[in-house]
């Protein structure tokens, strides 16, 4: 006999699959990199170097190995600071040299520059995340097909998870770990909240605007600062805040899963958008977190 299930287990039976595969992939990169370090091979196109972090933990650094022709570029990036000397606020840039030989190279290696060509694998990894979220939107808003809707959105977790383990690496893998739980933990706690009724997130007017407008000026800031520089304090603040708005718009989604289950609307194109506004809430609030735990 046939049981009908809820909306909220058909949602999160979609949100936990694809969140499975994002931090599967994600995992799977950074354990393959693991790998590659001990047995001092590449992965991705990528060289790793071991360091250790303030927890006397394991960090892996990626880089890409010295090229075999010369002259090649190489570039260093200075943050905003305070210059002793000239007793004046020096802003937030990007310095390139050029190398000559392999010499040249080690000794600008030294002072921090590294190499500017190379990561190829990953600006296309980025590109076809970018195409598959973008297609993933489209079904999950005009529910044009669920089940070509899936495959698409199934890809697209596929593509994320190493852009997301490549991202952890750059920092430091341990508190991307470290992020993930939390983020597992939020979405559990606002779930249950959200999902309970005692309020009603998504009907409250003053809530959606505060949010809406939030959100807006997270993304004005975002194309701000590709133009004009942010001390480091300004930059985390900023994804103290955005980690907020998204752990409330995950109130918010939880409670509308509510909503619509109780409007009648339980079916699997209903199932499919929530889990796909729940899984976007919960990327960009883990996206948040690491930026906030990042030291650059």
């Known amino acids: 006999m046939f049981i009908e299930t809820s909306l909220l287990f058909k949602t999160m039976l979609i949100l936990s699959a694809q969140i499975g595969i994002v931090f599967g992939t994600a995992y799977y990169f950074i354990k393959s990199a693991r790998e590659a370090y001990e047995n001092n091979t590449k992965f991705f196109g990528l060289s790793f170097r071991g360091a250790m972090n303030f927890n006397k933990e394991l960090d892996l650094v990626p880089y890409i190995e010295s090229p075999t022709s010369y002259p090649v570029e190489m570039f260093k990036h200075i943050e905003e600071h305070f210059d002793e000397e000239t007793k004046k606020l020096v802003p937030e840039r990007m310095i390139t040299k050029l190398a000559n030989s392999r010499e040249e190279a080690l000794k600008l290696m030294g002072d921090g520059f590294k190499y500017k060509e190379g990561g190829d694998k990953i600006v296309a990894a980025y590109v076809i995340w970018v195409i598959s979220l973008f297609a993933t939107c489209i079904y999950a808003s005009f529910g044009i097909s669920v089940s ?99 752990t409330l718009y995950l109130l918010v989604d939880f409670n509308l899963v509510k909503s619509r289950q109780d409007g009648g609307a339980n079916n699997w194109d209903s199932a499919f958008e929530l889990a796909f506004m729940i899984y976007l809430d919960m990327i960009n609030l883990l996206l948040k977190i690491l930026e906030a735990m990042s030291n650059s």
């Open 148 to 246: 070509t809707g899936l495959i698409i959105f199934t890809f697209q977790s596929l593509t994320f998870g190493p852009m997301l383990g490549w991202v952890m690496l750059e920092m430091d893998e341990n508190d991307g770990f470290k992020a993930m739980k939390i983020v597992l933990l939020a979405t559990l706690l606002t779930g249950c909240l959200g999902y309970s009724g005692l309020y009603s997130f998504s009907e409250n007017v003053g809530l959606q605007v505060f949010l809406f407008i939030s959100l807006l000026g997270l993304i004005v800031f975002s194309f701000i600062r590709t133009i004009f520089s942010f001390s480091r304090k300004t930059k985390r603040i900023q994804a103290i805040f955005g980690a907020f708005i998204f």
